[in-house]
């Protein structure tokens, strides 16, 4: 990368001292956003990814270690300058955290004035912040009135009014259907490319880490167990829990009965971009004079970016199967045994 991250976090730790123990949510946790970047965390229910993202805009503080935005350490942040970080720095929640007994201007307006804005100002903001999400319609509306997605379309309208560089997503979308998920992920990428909006979001849904993630950090036990962009974590995972945790090995798994009647070499081919068809495998194959059943297979879109997932039964002499694995990984594909 050739220019300095928006977002430093340096061996960051966060325990939480109780009566009878101390909880190490966050253990010596390290990485870089960029700006730009749509980062996702992404790890199941207690991982620590609500402490860490937390810490990025001084809800939480790390026990040990540094946090900078913008090459400045945000511990030291106090009064105004905490206030101005945290208007740069919007946030969003599962939940919505929208004020019941104030209409959607309402709960847009507070924060401007927040900030110190009044007036025609604060009118004209509402109304340009309205149109950007879709909700002109809806400024009188109490939140009761509006949707799941309706609200959280209010959040990131008031996460964004002062002109946020960075925003902070905890899950989100974890209680909206699929389809307001993907209206909300939609809306996420728009202000991402039209603001240079730098999102950091934290989810256990893998769908949502494919949808709109251009780099993801895997998280269990406090721990950032992989960090990688997220085409190359999807088709290449280092890391076993990865695997496991991303479904790699549900997602092309075959039936047992299947599985019993293979006679050859069982192999799991991962294609990148431009091999993410399948002559690669017929010229290669048909060179090694080696023969093969495809038992499972599907292309995947990330971006502009695809990656094709088969499973494939190779029979043939082993020394030919040798030389058509030795071929399709000069092609770029990923070839594991899984037989
Ligand atoms: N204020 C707190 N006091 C004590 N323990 C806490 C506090 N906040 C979080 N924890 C503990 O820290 C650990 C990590 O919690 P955290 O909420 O960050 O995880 P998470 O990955 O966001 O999970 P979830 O999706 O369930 O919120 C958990 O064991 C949790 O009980």
């Known amino acids: 990368m050739d220019h300095n991250p928006l977002i430093q976090v340096k061996n960051v730790s966060v325990s939480f001292e109780s009566k009878h123990q101390t909880i190490d949510a966050v253990k010596n946790v390290s990485f870089d956003v960029y700006e730009g970047d749509i980062f996702g965390i992404i790890g199941s229910s207690g991982a620590g990814k609500s402490t860490l993202v937390r810490t990025l805009n001084c809800l939480a503080y790390p026990t040990a270690g540094q946090i900078l935005v913008n090459g400045t350490d945000i511990r030291h942040l106090s009064g105004r300058d905490l206030q101005a970080f945290r208007f740069q720095v919007g946030m969003i929640f599962q939940n919505f955290n929208l004020a019941s007994s104030k209409t959607v201007y309402e709960n847009i ?8 804005k009044r007036g025609q100002v604060v009118k004209d903001k509402v109304a340009e912040l309205l149109a950007l999400v879709g909700l002109s319609d809806k400024a009188n509306a109490y939140p009761a ?18 002109d946020a560089k960075i925003l902070l997503c905890d899950e989100a979308t974890s209680a909206l259907d699929p389809q307001t998920t993907a209206s909300i992920l939609e809306l996420l990428k728009q202000l991402n490319q039209k603001f240079k909006l730098t999102i950091v979001l934290i989810t256990h849904e893998i769908d949502v880490v494919k949808k709109i993630c251009n780099r993801v950090a895997v998280m269990s036990k406090g721990e950032i167990v992989e960090l990688n962009h997220t085409f190359a974590m999807f088709a290449s995972p280092q890391k076993q829990f990865t695997q496991a945790f991303l479904n790699i090995d549900e997602s092309t798994a075959l039936p047992a009965n299947v599985k019993k009647s293979v006679k050859g070499k069982l192999v799991r081919l991962r294609y990148i971009n431009e091999n993410a068809t399948q002559p690669v495998l017929h010229e290669s194959a048909m060179q090694a004079n080696v023969t093969f059943n495809i038992l499972h297979g599907f292309i995947e879109y ?8 088969l499973v494939v039964e190779l029979i043939g002499e082993n020394e030919n199967i040798i030389m058509l694995i030795a071929s399709l990984r000069k092609h770029d594909v990923i070839v594991e045994d899984i037989s």
């Open 109 to 116: 307006a507070f924060v401007l004035k927040a900030a110190g």
């Open 145 to 162: 009135e509006l949707s799941g997605g309706q609200k959280q379309r209010v959040g990131i309208a008031r996460a964004l009014a002062n």
């Open 302 to 309: 990330f971006n502009d970016q695809a990656l094709g997932n």
